[in-house]
């Protein structure tokens, strides 16, 4: 146990100093007059941009540690699941600036019902489109989204056409702190997202599935109660 604390605590660390080692280097060039006007403004405007990953990084982490010690309760509301898929996509995809993404949401034959914490299941479906965007081999990726109805629950099927997730790793994607190989080296993080969303999903009494995944791109499945 010792021995998993003292490794968890290394990777959490090392991923949390690299923006603060980035923001010091650009802070410190900006300072002593290394860069001057346009290139001074675009170092600060990158600063920003790691200031708020960072940020981002530890609320994550706290958001993760207060939800895994029953600190976070679910607020449940009767939603029509569809409107608010497409929605929740929508907004996220305005939000992109450095990639050419198509995302197509599938309407389903009839109106499906579901009693979900909106905030907590937005959060799942932004993480499982970022990590598409992220898993897009180019600079143009695709999200197909679609609907499921069974007599219990309804199941929300997420498919990119990204660099999918190796065989070997496909097993501790759901792992906390678990980040791939590939994804160390092009993506920060702290790799909670997956574990996060899953425990969200399962508080809802429902899960998150990886349903396959090869190198045409992944499907992940958000199976909801009605």
Same mark, same amino acid.
């Given at each position: 146990?010792?021995?998993?604390?003292?490794?968890?605590?290394?990777?959490?660390?090392?991923?949390?100093?690299? *923006?603060?080692?980035?923001?010091?280097?650009?802070?410190?060039a900006v300072n002593e007059d290394v860069v001057t006007e346009d290139e001074a403004k675009e170092f600060i405007e990158? @600063?920003?941009?790691? /200031?708020?990953?960072?940020?981002?990084?530890?609320?994550?982490?706290?958001?993760?540690? &207060?939800?895994?010690?029953?600190?976070?309760? $679910?607020?449940?509301? !009767?939603?029509?699941?569809? *409107?608010?898929?497409?929605?929740?996509?929508?907004?996220?995809?305005? /939000?992109?600036?450095?990639?050419?993404?198509?995302?197509?949401?599938?309407? *389903?034959?009839?109106?499906?019902?579901?009693? $979900?914490? %909106?905030?907590?299941?937005?959060?799942? =479906? #932004?993480? =499982?489109?970022?990590?598409?965007?992220?898993?897009?081999? @180019?600079? @143009?990726?695709?999200?197909?989204?679609?609907?499921?109805? !069974?007599?219990?629950? $309804?199941?929300?099927? #997420?498919?990119?056409?990204?660099?999918?997730?190796?065989?070997?790793?496909? *097993?501790?994607?759901?792992?906390?702190?678990?980040?791939?190989?590939?994804?160390?080296?092009?993506?920060?993080?702290?790799?909670?997202?997956? @574990?996060?969303?899953?425990?969200?999903?399962? &508080?809802?009494g429902g899960d998150l599935q990886l349903v396959e995944s090869s190198n045409e791109g992944s499907t992940f499945c958000?199976?909801? %109660?009605?």
């Open positions: 146990m010792e021995e998993l604390r003292s490794e968890l605590l290394a990777g959490v660390t090392h991923d949390l100093k690299t *923006p603060v080692a980035s923001i010091s280097g650009l802070l410190q990158i @600063s920003l941009k790691e /200031t708020d990953r960072l940020q981002q990084m530890i609320a994550s982490l706290l958001d993760f540690n &207060a939800f895994a010690a029953g600190g976070i309760p $679910i607020y449940p509301a !009767k939603t029509l699941i569809s *409107p608010f898929v497409s929605r929740t996509f929508m907004q996220w995809q305005a /939000t992109l600036t450095d990639i050419n993404l198509t995302i197509h949401v599938m309407k *389903p034959t009839s109106e499906l019902e579901v009693s $979900i914490d %909106p905030v907590k299941v937005e959060q799942i =479906l #932004i993480n =499982l489109a970022q990590n598409a965007r992220q898993a897009s081999v @180019s600079n @143009s990726g695709q999200i197909n989204v679609t609907f499921i109805e !069974k007599r219990h629950h $309804i199941e929300i099927r #997420i498919q990119d056409n990204g660099s999918g997730i190796s065989q070997e790793e496909q *097993p501790f994607i759901f792992e906390r702190f678990y980040r791939g190989s590939d994804k160390k080296l092009r993506v920060r993080g702290l790799g909670l997202g997956l @574990s996060y969303s899953r425990m969200i999903a399962r &508080a809802h958000l199976v909801l %109660p009605k």
